[in-house]
DNA sequence: GCTAGTATTTTGCGTGCGCAACTAACGTAG
DNA sequence: CTACGTTAGTTGCGCACGCAAAATACTAGC
């Protein structure tokens, strides 16, 4: 019963698992990358880069853990590195104790720049070798129906808070 | 210069960057349910649906660390655990005292069928809620492009060995 | 046979992160 | 203003996995 389903499914399992074998293997790569050149994780990266593209520079924890997708313990520990290494600051909020944003600090901004000259060059290479133009944007664009793939660039679509 | 290659930059950071949350949400969705119903882990499920195709439903170590993308040292841990499941067997090689074949039991192909049952369920219903089988076609043959993505389903154009 | 070089696997160590439980702070109802 | 539910964030614990170094076994040259 249900051929067709079948094969519906067969190729859905088939693009799952080579998006988790390509994750895996770009993601083994990128990091060695950034952590033998520049000392950061993939996720420090993309952190810093959410930060420099927020309002004023600087995130509520509870934002950054739905667009990066990590849980809060996740973001906890994240920023703890950041913190450390003075890329990230720790901001307090006026009207609600709770929350504490992350403010990208100069030396942070400054960093994520020299990082971005050879990561995103990498990104970039790698991905325009394999696909031309319009290939490259139907991918973008069929990720980003993906779950979690669309929080990623919603930079620019919420409003308010902070009151 | 070169506006049109930075846009193409822009584009490919952005695919990467949606690859890489799509994966984290789905990789943790998928964890959580494979965890809470059958007591595995993605990588487990995937080790043993790469045992079941293989030829004799074996694999040496180093076959399994590339086609399941992870390094040498992941692969021990990930077969330790299979072992003590008791749903991969430990094989010798007669002809190199060197590999070890992982090789699949009756357990794990029955813990295998059981798993699929809900599992590629659950990751076929979420590919197809979302993409036609035009789409899920292309986002396949666009992800099989990417590194790691095609040693993946490779089960079939190896051979000799064994000698 | 003995030594050098290479390939396969394991192990010590460290790290990133999820889950569950916790604390702290806010909002609402009485 | 006390009580309860909700939200933000942290922490203890455990696990998966990468890297580097080791042990073992194959191969080639002498």
């Given at each position: 019963?249900?051929?067709?389903?079948?094969?519906?499914?067969?190729?859905?399992?088939?693009?799952?698992?080579?998006?988790?074998?390509?994750?895996?293997?770009?993601?083994?790569?990128?990091?060695?990358?950034?952590?033998?050149?520049?000392?950061?994780?993939?996720?420090?990266?993309?952190?810093?880069?959410?930060?420099?593209?927020?309002?004023?520079?600087?995130?509520?924890?509870?934002?950054?853990?739905e667009?990066i997708q990590?849980?809060?313990?996740?973001?906890?520990?994240?920023?703890?590195?950041?913190?450390?290494?003075?890329?990230?600051?720790?901001?307090?909020?006026?009207?609600?104790?709770?929350?504490?944003?992350?403010?990208?600090?100069?030396?942070?901004?400054?960093?994520?720049?020299?990082?971005?000259?050879?990561?995103?060059?990498?990104?970039?290479?790698?991905?325009?070798?394999?696909?031309?133009?319009?290939?490259?944007?139907?991918?973008?664009?069929?990720?980003?129906?993906l779950p979690g793939a669309a929080e990623a660039?919603?930079?620019?679509?919420?409003?308010?808070?902070?009151?």
């Amino acid at each position: 019963m249900s051929q067709v389903l079948t094969d519906q499914g067969t190729v859905a399992l088939t693009a799952w698992v080579r998006l988790l074998r390509a994750h895996a293997a770009m993601a083994r790569t990128f990091n060695a990358q950034l952590q033998a050149e520049h000392g950061m994780t993939i996720n420090d990266f993309e952190a810093l880069l959410l930060l420099s593209r927020a309002p004023d520079q600087q995130l509520k924890r509870v934002e950054l853990s739905e667009r990066i997708q990590l849980t809060p313990s996740g973001v906890t520990r994240l920023l703890d590195g950041l913190l450390e290494a003075g890329w990230v600051a720790k901001g307090e909020c006026a009207s609600d104790a709770r929350v504490s944003y992350a403010v990208l600090t100069d030396a942070g901004r400054d960093k994520l720049a020299q990082a971005s000259r050879t990561h995103t060059a990498a990104v970039a290479q790698l991905f325009t070798e394999r696909f031309d133009d319009t290939e490259l944007e139907a991918l973008a664009l069929l990720l980003g129906r993906l779950p979690g793939a669309a929080e990623a660039d919603a930079g620019n679509c919420e409003v308010g808070a902070a009151d």
